[in-house]
């Protein structure tokens, strides 16, 4: 267990320090007119050279990221070049609205594809039908098209849900839910599409396995094997791909919250990328890593409680 | 497509026709290549299709409803949607064949190596691919936008990057897969390169679950490439599908339904990869599958014959046929199967692999396998005929009245359950007896089947035990309800020879014990000689004889039973005829 982990952690830094190191070189090494393009056409090469200077970006590149690591590691991400406030601010404000729209998706994609993949793997029929028709139109559906339709049906035609904006769940739970309904509605269709087809071949692999026969022979009842001892065998695959649907939410939220004006993690990001904030765009990219290593080392963990052959 | 570029095909490439037409000949794939036809012809010929120049714009028509030369009305700036859109189809197809080709390229040469060559490279690339799927793409690509320029044929080559783990991936298991197999042993003996084993044997065999691949990340691409063009990161002078969605979200308080025509252009496009995709897997997965299911024949009139007159007979199998269905019908596989088993008896069920022994005997317990019908014939058990038994009057007869041990004990027991529980479950679903009582009696079971230390097999996972340790619980727990008759597929098979008549002393005494009936199904006589009173010989689903044991072995009368002997006695003479041989060891 503790060698797992100091060498889950290791390998993550591995990964944070080479991910950090090139999203640096690439994204510094290429920013060239940054000070042109936060201060505009009209700017004077003096003010161009003043501001380079006030930020940092005319020493060369190794020196600025000997600086931008030194700070990093003190939790220090930087003050954001455009929006007044510090990186950290920004961040440990935004993460909270983009974390609470991704768990809850999450949520209703393990639910809603458990139960699809399940009714699917025992008995086929229509949730065969449902879950193809389900893989075909939730993978070609962009979610950013389904959350405008989505505005389009349920917000200007039906006036149900409001359109736009963010309610925290501190200040009114049911606004919060509202708020969240069609973002996460967008979200989850093409989660559904891929895990419920995955929870289905899971469940099928294990309803063939021997000792399924076995203990339905020793008299143990069709609810036990299906939901105690297949369901358990197939745990694994499912939250491997519930992991991966993670990642892929942590990108689609970017397209979605802007879709719905949400003040999250994603919308700061096509802010920051589009007006070239870079310490911003660092912070998110170091935000996101850590993410992903969490999510990953609790998969990791689940597993392991599942299954008992996986010794951390 | 750009696979193509990576994998030069052999020059005659059997199966790639078929593979064409039997796609083409899947309605669903006929309509996918026509659509995706259509895209290209509209991204190749734009210019003579589109009514307007992409940036014509006509002040007036400023969201203009369709019509009036509009085919689709006016965007934002007054220009024809229905021309952007044909314009827009060059600027997707270009993007996702170049994040495909990147992803293909990368992906499918690293997979044949690590696939092929393994060791070091394999572990350092593996981790390179982990590293890259555990980042969300659309994230990087933002980061990396402003040095990347506006271009998105630049982003979608690292798009593409970011894609190649899932060809790596596939491709390097494909290989794993079949580098072993005899035809490349055979190739690699005979001198072939290892460039052109890959070239000639390995790629033909990664063709078509690539060309899946393919389509999926084709699909893929042009979302996120949209995806990027709605938030503002592409060439505003290009038109494309994401930027006409854009302009549509900005105007989607005066007309919402501008944003259907660039929706509908992406999600029909994808649409046709990811079907042509089911295609192509429909075909390559043909081979196992019974397309349609044969006719199911009416039920056997139920129940047939009467109960037998002695009621010493607990089991009475008469003319019992098992069938699974096949492209051509039903195939028997259990063809007129008669047996009889007194109380206190043991069966034993012999004849060689495929001889439908084991058919028969999950037919007794009502446990065929996915498909698998009794077709016609009777089994008659304790006075009452359980075949074609609903499945909840099966269930209560099972592990109380009728009870099985398997073949393979360690793929028996559930993995991911202690023993423990898996010993006293069946106790307290059968029997209703509290979970206390189930453990007391649980321990006592262990110890009775021979195990040294049962509190710590009681609380050990299956790995943690060995085969002959699994096979006694798997033992202790068919006999843990107290069955009549107690069924056993082949219990000694997977064992070691020593372990082998441990495991049979201990069937033979529980049996002597608890006076059950057994029907053990084997191939070894040596078994036979051990622990049965009668035995029934099968052969090709039918029993072709059935006698005492003392007068098989002395005076065998079928053909096939002699057979079967002298192809025996030669091997394991010593067996046969030492049963006492078990108890030395045992002891």
Redesign the interface.
Known sequence: MLSYLSKRLL?SLV?LA??TTL?FA??F???DN?AQNILGDNATDQQIADLEAKLGIDRPLNEQYGTWVAKAVRGDLGMSWTMGESVSKILSGRLPVTLSMVVLAICIIGIVSALLGIVAAVRGGWADRVIQLI???G????N??LG??L??VFA??LRWLPATGYTDFLNSPTGWLASLALPVGALVLSGIASASQQVRGAMIDALR???V??????????S?VLFR?AL??AMPAALTVLS?QF??L???A??IE??FAIPGLGSV??Q???S?D?PV??G??VT??IL??IV?IAIDLANAW????VRL | MSAASTTPAPASAPGRESIVRSVLTNPLGLVAALLLLLVIVAAVFAPLIAPFAADDLQIFKINAPPGDGYLLGGDGSGRDIFSRLVYGTQNTLVGALIALSVAAAIGVTAGLFAGYFGGRREVVMSWVADGLMALPALIVLLAFYQSLGSSIHVSMIIFGVMLSPGFYRLTRNLVNGVKHELYVDAARVSGLSDMRIIARHILLVIRAPVIIQVSIVAGISIVIQAGLEFLGLGDPAVPTWGGMLQDAFANMFVVPTAILWPGLAISVTVASFVLLANAIRDRLQQGDRVATAPKIPAPAPHPVGTAPNDAAVLLDVRELVVGYPTKSGWTEVVKGVSLQLRRGEVLGLVGESGSGKTQTAFAILGLLSTGGRILSGSIWFDGRDIANLPESEMQKLRGKRIAYVPQEPMSNLDPAFRIGFQLTEPMVTVLGISKAEAKARALKLLARVGMPDPVRTYNAYPHQISGGMAQRVLIARAISCKPDLLIADEPTTALDVTVQAEVLELMRDLQAEMNMSVVLVTHNFGVVADICHRVSVMRDGRVVETSAVQSLFADPQHDYTKLLLAAVLDDVTPRVYRPVQAKEVSA
Do not use: C, E
Request: charged content about 10%; glycine content about 10%; hydrophobic content about 55%.
């Open positions: 390998s990964l080479l991910v999203t690439l994204v090494g290429g920013a940054v893989s075909v139109v993978f070609s559906l962009p950013f098209w405008l339709i505005v389009v200007l035609n396995q021997d000792y026969r076995t203990l339905r022979a020793g008299g143990i009842k069709p036990s001892h358990r065998n991966l990642i892929g942590l990108g689609g970017a397209i802007r879709v990001t096509v920051a990328a589009l070239g870079i765009l660092m998110v990219v996101m890593i992903v290593v990953n599942v299954n008992p052959k």
